[in-house]
């Protein structure tokens, strides 16, 4: 990372790889979030795009905190897909105007939403179809969120699993619902709701209470389907 960090000119990517060394060297990981959040937001409230322009997505460290404890760490380095990703700005721009539809009322930039969609050459550690980041509340709250779809994962699951399944058991009629940027709009939903932001604060408290009582694979996929239902329950 620091060798990364002396190669690079573009300011953003270099406070971004100084914060992930640091975090990695002296377990910093809330500022490591905080920085990240903070660089993608201003970019977005300056009308420009983070990282000089550049495609690639690095994400290292931590990842899994719903039940009170770090679930795994992981490495990811993927590039952007500039097809699927123009789905991203639509759920970022309707998220906000759900919250307010449903009664709900986020504090400064906390409905922030990052949506990237990434093709992954590396990883390392978990595979998951999306992940939600940042793990730690108090950057949601301070600069918003960001939700990597690993591309690679949703399509293998739609031509594998959800297209000839749909072909068995759906009408002929509804089969084309069942399409990949269809599949991405239903997941990148999903994974908002992992942030909280729509959950009023008496939910999220107990819930996040239930979880940390109860350390169990049932609790934790009670809450992926917590994630799958929220924002049906109005």
């Known amino acids: 990372l620091e060798k990364a960090e002396s190669l ?50 690095y994400f290292f460290g931590p990842y899994e905190r719903v039940i009170g404890t770090r679930g795994a760490f992981q490495a990811v380095v993927g590039i952007m897909d500039p097809d699927l990703s123009k789905e991203a700005p639509k759920v970022d721009a309707y998220l906000p105007w759900y919250l307010k539809k449903h009664g709900f009322s986020p504090q400064g930039r906390e409905a922030t939403m990052h949506t ?71 997941i990148m939903v999903h994974e908002a709701s992992h942030g909280g932001i729509l959950l009023s604060e008496k939910e999220r408290a107990a819930r996040r209470k239930a979880l940390n009582e109860k350390k169990t694979a049932f609790f934790y996929i009670m809450n992926e389907l917590n994630a799958d239902l929220s924002f049906y329950k109005k």
Do not use: C
């Not at 937001?41 to 300056?46: L, M, S, V, W």
């Not at 990434?118 to 390392?124: M, V, W």
């Not at 595979?127 to 990597?148: D, E, M, V």
């Not at 949703?154 to 009629?173: F, K, N, T």
């Open 8 to 57: 690079v000119l573009d300011p953003d990517t270099k406070e971004y790889l100084r914060a992930n060394r640091e975090a990695a060297l002296w377990n910093k990981w809330r500022a490591r979030d905080h920085v990240w959040m903070k660089i993608l937001t201003k970019a977005r409230e300056e009308k420009r795009v983070p990282f000089g322009g550049s495609r690639l997505r």
């Open 116 to 186: 990237f969609v990434i093709h992954l050459p590396f990883a390392s550690g978990p595979r998951f179809a999306a992940q939600t980041l940042p793990n730690y509340t108090s950057a949601i709250k301070a600069w918003g969120q960001s939700i990597h779809h690993y591309a690679s994962v949703i399509i293998a699951g739609h031509e594998e699993i959800s297209w000839p399944v749909a072909q068995r058991i759906l009408d002929p009629s509804q089969h084309k619902y069942v399409t990949i940027p269809g599949a991405l709009r239903f």
